[in-house]
């Protein structure tokens, strides 16, 4: 029976798969469905077709190309097969029932999708939606997780790489080794179809996450860099959105040595998580290079430095929200600290410039005001 997926497209990464979850989920609950055969054009939508299986406790079976780093993620969360047909492998698991969607997702076999996702080029996207997975699941402990093996796991060889082009996701896992466990997949153990270890990359990539914190403030950002630069820091250039970053940028009013600060983008205030492709297209266009720190989500193209899903976020009341233009902001990426030159007190006393969000009751207001923070998924509460 075939679900075609439905042309309401929401603003926020979040928003839309939430949306599409709670879509799938009431669509195919009615009917008597052995198994699921899901793909999407992108991660929020796969994200919400495999929470909807979670919640319906379904086996299924991811069908998407393994050229994105996402789809390597899911590869080794368990979902997608190496080396065979997603539609049989779909036919199989739907005539035993078995593995069941719950099943899969465990500890484990979400270090595996993490690891394999960041080797191969994911962003700060891979974290939130394996976190609201997990979270679907009963799964804790997933938020720690995160926060070591992010800085661990730098890409070794991105999907369009010549590498990965010649060795695909299958290659990766062999190189992976004893770093990924050997789990359950749809289609057996992880590591029993593997080809003997290919020789390293040619290319290794230097990109990296960083979480960094501030002690007093309890802020968190993860911090997405090329591997050497040690410290983002710069006089901030603050604005509570995207829109008025990118006429601040298209306007020549941001510089080389600013710190451009977006605000209004995360789960409650985009709401959604909105992720800033217009404004990196924006900077791209006048060949600004500038590092960026937002509540939002940060494409997975970037080039420079971006520390993005600030949390608290501006709507929250988050730091983020009270910095103002000309503070000076430090985030050291080696020790993993925030430091800046204003005092607590002063930001204590400062208004979140974050506006409200939407009112009534309609789906995007009812998310708006109870959505977690993107390191927790940023589902509904």
């Known amino acids: ?31 008597d469905l052995h198994a699921l055969l899901v793909d999407a054009a992108e991660p929020a939508g796969l994200a919400g077709l495999l929470t909807a299986a979670l919640r319906l406790d379904l086996p299924v079976v991811v069908a998407s190309p393994l050229t994105e780093p996402f789809s390597v993620a899911l590869t080794a969360l368990g979902f997608s097969p190496l080396g065979e047909s997603p539609a049989e492998v779909a036919v199989a698991t739907a005539r035993s029932r078995s593995p069941r969607s719950r099943e899969l997702v465990e500890s484990f076999s979400l270090a595996n999708a993490l690891r394999a996702g960041l080797s191969s080029g ?50 990766l896992f062999a190189h992976l080794g004893t770093t990924l466990h050997d789990t359950a997949t749809v289609a057996g153990r992880l590591k029993q179809a593997l080809p003997p270890t290919p020789p390293p990359p040619g290319e290794k990539g230097n990109s990296r996450l960083v979480f960094v914190r501030g002690r007093a403030s309890g802020t968190e950002v993860l911090c997405r860099g090329d591997g050497v630069v040690e410290e983002i820091s710069g006089l901030c250039r603050v604005y509570a959105s995207e829109e008025a970053a990118i006429r601040a940028v298209s306007g020549g009013r ?17 709401p959604g998580l909105l992720r800033l492709d217009h404004l990196t297209s924006t900077l791209n ?13 940060s494409p997975d193209d970037v080039t420079g430095t971006w520390a993005s899903l600030a949390t608290p976020e501006a709507a929250a009341g988050g730091v983020i929200g009270r910095l103002r233009d000309g503070d000076l902001l430090r985030l050291d990426l080696v020790e993993g600290l925030v430091r800046t030159g204003v005092r607590a007190e002063e930001f204590g006393r400062r208004e979140p410039f974050a506006a409200p969000g939407p009112s009534g009751f309609d789906y995007v207001a009812r998310y708006a005001r109870s959505a977690l923070s993107a390191l927790e998924g940023a589902g509904f509460a």
Not at 135 to 141: F, I, L, N, Y
Not at 254 to 268: A, K, N, Q, T
């Open 122 to 171: 994911a962003g700060p996207e891979l974290i939130v939606h394996l976190a609201a997975i997990a979270r679907e699941a009963g799964v804790t402990g997933f938020p720690q997780m995160s926060r070591v093996l992010a800085s661990e796991s730098p890409e070794i060889a991105g999907s369009d790489s010549l590498w990965f082009r010649a060795h695909g996701a299958a290659g």
């Open 254 to 270: 941001v510089g080389p040595s600013d710190l451009l600060v977006v605000g209004g983008c995360g789960p409650r205030g985009g």
């Open 285 to 297: 266009e006048v060949g600004l290079v500038v590092p960026v720190l937002t509540d939002g989500l």
């Open 1 to 31: 029976m075939p679900l075609v997926l439905p042309g309401t497209r929401l603003a926020g990464v979040v928003l839309r798969r939430e949306w599409l979850a709670d879509w799938a989920q009431i669509s195919a609950g009615p009917d």
